[in-house]
């Protein structure tokens, strides 16, 4: 099956189709899932955000979260790690602080397995929805935490509502358009009411002690600073009402400096002037050549291991194995097979080569290299302790 075809894209703040190019971001794609070959990292020369062009248009990615979801790995790597649970606990107590009645109706978008809802339920807020595009992760949300989740995507009509409070927690650095779903979230919302949005910080990107190039990954399409969400939002008629900059712990260990804040829904969307955001472009520009210069190690390693010629598996067919078989030799190596944890991948090939799942290890007694910095260390666990293997491990 092909890939769905990239479409122009303009500015998604201000709608100027005029950008300049900041980088050609090259990601090999994965058979029949892929969303793209990757993308150009774009400034907007008006407003100055930062975005992805030439992506598929809004339902190919739909369709990608509805029917790929990550969350939907039921191994030791797709349960919420300690991380993830301190990240939910403070986003639940940061909304506690600020929404005094606990009767008040919450929903949240992209709730995947319920994490944080469960945690504003020890809060004490009872009148919870969760909507998600897998069914799977809703299901689960259903039998670990006793939720009320419904499936859907942030397009379609949210039930329950209008609602208090609405939150969207890594959820519109994914989308295409964000003008149709912010006018979605606003008819869910009372006049008044407050929408939470994190977002990955793009001023942040160059703390993360991620993989270079992380976070232009394969899904995050919008990069935003606080000026350029705020420059959004008051677009569709919302304001600032409470929030900061903070760095989480995510999955793996990795730290993530995002953008928390809240907006109130006010007055019908209107046409607000819109502040320029140089900070944007500089911080998109030092972080591209940041990374180019951690990647230089990787680029040596797939050198190497190209030059031996023995056969290696690679574990994990994320965004940096892509990036990896895009840009570097590792594509010239002998895989003998790419192993990852996510069903929706395992069947699929990558550069040509399958992708297995982690089993499929207890047949091959070469090196694996780990393809992963967030996880490295959770993998290697899996392969000694879940596999009780000791084949040799390369990390990057």
């Not at 189709?17 to 990757?38: C, K, N, T, Y």
């Amino acid at each position: 099956m092909p890939l769905p075809m990239p479409v122009p894209r303009a500015c998604p703040v201000c709608a100027d189709p005029v950008q300049e190019l900041i980088r050609e971001h090259r990601l090999a794609p994965i058979e029949d899932v892929s969303l793209h070959a990757g993308y150009r990292v774009v400034a907007c020369a008006t407003c100055r955000m930062v975005y992805a062009d030439a992506i598929p248009a809004q339902a190919a990615f739909d369709h990608y979260y509805q029917a790929c979801s990550r969350y939907e790995d039921t191994t030791r790597l797709g349960l919420p790690s300690a991380a993830d649970q301190a990240r939910f606990r403070a986003i639940a107590g940061e909304l506690a602080g600020q929404l005094a009645d606990r009767q008040a109706s919450i929903a949240e978008i992209g709730t995947a397995t319920g994490g944080l809802l469960a945690e504003l339920r020890l809060q004490g807020f009872r009148n919870l929805l969760g909507v998600d595009p897998s069914g799977l992760c809703g299901r689960t949300a259903r039998e670990r935490h006793g939720l009320e989740v419904a499936q859907g995507t942030i397009f379609d009509p949210i039930p329950g509502g209008p609602h208090d409070a609405v939150i969207a927690v890594g959820v519109v650095e994914h989308l295409r358009d964000l003008d149709r779903a912010l006018a979605n979230l606003a008819a869910a919302l009372k006049p008044g009411a407050i929408l939470y949005l994190e977002v990955p910080d793009l001023e942040g990107f160059h703390l993360s002690n991620e993989a270079p190039f992380q976070e232009f990954s394969t899904e995050h399409i919008n990069f935003f600073t606080r000026a350029s969400l705020e420059n959004l939002m008051a677009r569709s008629g919302f304001q600032p009402a409470f929030g900061h900059i903070v760095q989480r712990l995510h999955s793996g260990g990795s730290t993530m400096q995002v953008v928390a804040w809240a907006f109130r829904k006010g007055a019908r969307p209107g046409a607000p002037v819109l502040v320029p955001d140089p900070a944007g472009p500089a911080a998109a520009r030092h972080y591209q050549a940041q990374s180019e210069a951690r990647s230089a190690p990787e680029r040596e390693l797939a050198e190497r291991l190209a030059r031996e010629g023995r056969p290696l598996a690679v574990w994990g067919a994320g965004t940096v194995a892509c990036r990896l078989m895009a840009t570097t030799a590792l594509r010239d190596a002998p895989i003998a097979a790419f192993l990852d944890s996510n069903p929706h991948l395992q069947g699929r090939r990558l550069g040509g080569v399958p992708i297995r799942p982690p089993q499929w290890l207890r047949s091959f007694s070469g090196p694996v290299l780990i393809a992963s910095r967030g996880y490295a260390a959770e993998i290697q666990r899996a392969i000694r302790e879940d596999l009780g293997l000791a084949n040799p491990v390369i990390p990057l």
